[in-house]
């Protein structure tokens, strides 16, 4: 005998679809049982024409006591050796019984068997078929799926005997699902490749809020690992069920937050978007703090976060310098569809958080130079260790510069965090793409090139007399200018070098931006004009306008955003000949002109030598810049980039090792109490079952 249930509340336009379906099964021997639960619509009018079938009984309870409460009237009515729950908006395949009836009699050790089904919508169209897995307790637990909880599960009473109600009813969202893993500590679960029937979805469902259940899932799961009857066998494994739950939890309530808030915000439009860097002003233009504001001028909402805030603009955020890890909690993450990393090496952010954002989030990360690749360094010149492994550094005074060799465990540690991570590379030269392709660190990870791109209506040339006004200079002037930095790699000795050589009947001016006091043997030879950071792009932009060739010597460059800028204000760009992206982004020697280290002094002579020169590769260089250097390009590319990274983004990809690592990282002392606070069932089995004090902090409520 096998006993059905339908439980129901004001369910009348689908109740006779579900009865229907259960009349019509080819396996005869069953009682019906409709626990109505107080409806006050039509409910009894569509059950009364059933009646006269002996099978079909109907129970109307007094007050309305929820879907649990009608389940459990109905298992204390049964008569029957097996017990199937249908909800009256579902529907039965003809032969769900006679399928699940022949599995238990066959696996007499199963105390229960559930199969497949399909979504259907309101009008019975079919939405998308499910194919459940087989049963594995410690996967379906660590993932908190539930996969009995479906349509036409099949319960074998006996195994069950003793329990006097099935349902607990302490939850509204998770009751079923809280039954279920009581009932899996009894005994097997068994699967069948058959679709058992059909779920429906529509507005009104008690599944259509789901996402509500967050709470309850805390509390149900804090109760379950401290039972008494928990297996020994599962105990063993609960910490790594315990930090997947945590990240269950963390996506459930971003999509809570998403119904919430992205709702409001988005108006059911674009994506969300988080840039993070360490700073917004300085390098605006490739940090992404100008890519932040392009993203919201096309109407997809985007936040910056970053260590050194600068602007006033209001959806940039002071990144958390105590507590770096509780970017976790922080809203504009939580609320993000996908994450853009800049420059995370300035003290903003450990690679070993990437395993884990990028299991939460999409992820890109702009390279903007080779630290990514390599043990220490920013640049690693004639070193080739970089690609290999590193160790036994041969540079370890150069930035980041370190004082013992650890260059080899920090490659290692890079590799792994990076391999293990969902994190496709952004480039911006091929210099660098190629540079990135043969590091084992990035093996096998998306590389995009997508070179910056430049706001032509302001970086843009004009009159060079009025530039040389504006700036207090004699149009008869002869201007340089240059960033100045001491580092080596930037090449400054380069160009004082070449100060002390060249030679003008006109007189010379300097203006650089950067470090100052760096030219001081120089102050007797030429005016020199020191602007420190310049963070306005509208005084930047003054200073490209009003020099006759832009210097820019550095040693190793990822690309050239300063080069970029001086081309799109027609100047030339004379650079180096060596391994550096610049002779590519400045299209030399076409436009720009790179020359050899040694010969870098001549150059500069030659050019200074023929205005006409100047004049002409300047307009070509013009060009070049309004040709490859396209803002709204730039931007479109990224936006397909983040489409396609959302699209491939699997929340359980490398999961072993995310999950574990993300376990010893929640043992550490900074983490926010929050997370302790769920870590303490773990705790409890982990240690004796000894109790682990800790509460939950309210500060972190907002978030969650």
């Known amino acids: 005998m096998v006993s059905v249930v339908t439980p129901t509340y004001n369910c009348a336009g689908f109740l006779k679809r579900a009865i229907d379906s259960v009349l019509v099964q080819t396996y005869s021997n069953l009682e019906y049982i409709i626990v109505d639960d107080a409806s006050t619509d039509e409910t009894e009018a569509v059950v009364a024409p059933y009646l006269s079938d002996k099978r079909v009984k109907y129970v109307k309870l007094d007050t309305n006591s929820g879907e649990g409460a009608a389940v459990n009237k109905g298992w204390q009515l049964k008569t029957g050796d097996y017990f199937v729950q249908l909800n009256s908006d579902d529907v039965l395949s003809s032969t769900a019984l006679e399928n699940t009836v022949a599995a238990l009699e066959k696996n007499k050790k199963a105390v229960l068997v559930y199969g497949d089904f399909y979504f259907i919508d309101a009008d019975d169209r079919i939405i998308k078929e499910t194919c459940s897995p087989d049963w594995n307790f410690i996967e379906a637990l660590s993932s908190y799926s539930c996969y009995a909880a479906g349509i036409g599960t099949m319960v074998r009473v006996s195994s069950f005997s003793d329990w006097k109600t099935i349902r607990s009813c302490k939850f509204k969202h998770i009751d079923d699902v809280e039954m279920y893993y009581r009932m899996a500590i009894v005994g097997d679960f068994i699967h069948i490749k058959d679709k058992l029937g059909s779920w429906r979805q529509h507005k009104g469902g008690i599944s259509d809020a789901r996402l509500e259940s967050c709470e309850e899932i805390k509390k149900w799961f804090d ?183 650890n260059t080899a465990s920090e490659f290692e540690n890079k590799k792994q965090c990076i391999q293990n991570s969902q994190i496709s590379a952004i480039v911006a030269s091929e210099w660098m793409e190629n540079k990135v392709r043969q590091s084992p660190i990035w093996e096998g990870k998306d590389i995009y090139r997508i070179p910056f791109g430049i706001d032509h209506d302001m970086f843009k040339p004009i009159e060079i007399k009025e530039a040389k006004e504006k700036l207090g200079i004699s149009p008869n002037d002869f201007v340089l200018f240059f960033r100045s930095d001491p580092r080596s790699c930037k090449g400054l000795d380069i160009i004082e070098q070449a100060l002390s050589k060249i030679k003008s009947d006109k007189k010379i001016t300097i203006l650089t931006v950067g470090s100052k006091e760096l030219l001081k043997a120089f102050k007797e030879q030429y005016q020199i004009k020191e602007f420190g950071w310049i963070t306005d792009d509208n005084e930047l932009v003054k200073l490209y306008q009003a020099c006759d060739l832009f210097l820019m010597p550095s040693r190793q460059e990822a690309f050239g955003m300063m080069a970029v800028e001086a081309m799109s204000c027609g100047k030339v760009v004379i650079a180096i000949d ?94 926010p109490s929050y997370y302790r606070y769920l870590l303490r069932p773990m705790l409890r089995i982990l240690f004796s079952r000894r109790k682990v004090k800790g509460k939950f902090d309210p500060k972190f409520r907002k978030y969650f």
């Open 223 to 405: 109760s379950y690992f401290t039972e008494n009857s928990f297996p020994v066998s599962v105990e063993l494994s609960t910490y790594q069920a315990i930090c997947r739950y945590v990240f269950s939890l963390h996506n459930l309530h971003i999509s809570r937050m998403e119904i919430d808030w992205k709702a409001s915000i988005l108006g059911g439009g674009n994506f969300m978007n988080l840039q993070i860097g360490d700073t917004d002003l300085v390098g605006n233009k490739f940090n992404g703090h100008d890519l932040h504001i392009y993203l919201r001028r096309r109407g997809i909402y985007s936040d910056h976060l970053v260590l050194n805030k600068q602007s006033q603009d209001p959806n940039t955020y002071i990144y958390p310098t105590e507590k770096r890890k509780d970017i976790l909690f922080h809203k504009s993450f939580l609320l993000s569809d996908v994450v853009h990393l800049h420059l995370i090496h300035n003290k903003v952010m450990d690679v070993e958080m990437l395993p884990i954002i990028s299991a939460l989030k999409p992820t890109v990360w702009t390279l903007h130079d080779p630290w990514a690749l390599s043990g220490h360094c920013i640049y690693h010149f004639d070193c080739e260790k970089w690609k290999t492994g590193c160790g036994d550094c041969p540079y370890l005074d150069i930035p980041f510069a370190i004082e013992y060799d």
């Open 578 to 671: 060596g391994d550096t992206a610049l002779p590519g982004t400045i299209n030399a020697p076409i436009c720009g002109v790179a020359a050899k280290e040694n010969d870098y002094a001549a150059e500069v002579q030659r050019l200074m030598d023929n205005p006409a020169e100047i004049l002409s590769r300047g307009i070509d260089s013009l060009n070049f810049a309004k040709a490859n250097y396209n803002n709204d390009r730039y931007v479109d590319n990224l936006i397909a980039v983040y489409n396609k990274v959302i699209r491939k983004h699997r929340k359980n990809e490398n999961s072993p090792y995310v999950f574990d690592h993300f376990y010893r990282l929640c043992r550490e002392s900074y983490w």
